[in-house]
């Protein structure tokens, strides 16, 4: 059976030029990506945007405007589900309260589920530290739209 897999992630940029990025590890696959996550059934974009942020970095956000949504195909890493990932451009509405990484995949803990969060310059993403093909394509919009 296949199936559509909608996901809503939030590019948070801050005022140094810095987006956040996601580092995770789940049952020993480590990614990074943009905080957010799968969509619930019943739930709107924009409610599970806020949502993933409050379970991932406990902060509630404001959504200031629609990004980029996929327009090609990608099957998911972890089903055999065809991925449609929306990106919304938002802000906090007070600051992070996260332990910041500066190095990728530096986990506080240990178990089965890990995360960490970093702020990485704009102009020094490098897509290939980013997994997905979907937020490959978004890192290089935002190199191409951020340029300092």
Request: glycine fraction near 6%; proline fraction near 1%; include cysteine.
């Amino acid at each position: 059976m296949s199936y559509f897999n909608v996901r809503v992630y939030g590019i948070l940029i801050n005022h140094h030029n810095e987006v956040l990025v996601s580092d995770e590890e789940e049952y020993g696959i480590r990614f990074s990506k943009f905080p957010g996550g799968g969509l619930e059934l019943g739930e709107g974009l924009i409610d599970g945007l806020k949502r993933e942020f409050m379970e991932e970095c406990q902060a509630e956000i404001e959504v200031l405007s629609h990004f980029y949504t996929t327009d090609f195909y990608e099957k998911s890493s972890f089903n055999d589900s065809q991925v449609i990932s929306v990106y919304y451009l938002v802000k906090e509405k007070a600051p992070l309260q996260l332990a910041f990484k500066q190095t990728i995949y530096d986990f506080d803990g240990e178990g089965e589920i890990l995360q960490a969060f970093r702020w990485v310059k704009i102009d020094d993403l490098n897509l290939d530290d980013i997994t997905f093909k979907t937020d490959k394509t978004v890192a290089q919009l935002l190199k191409n739209q951020y340029k300092s």
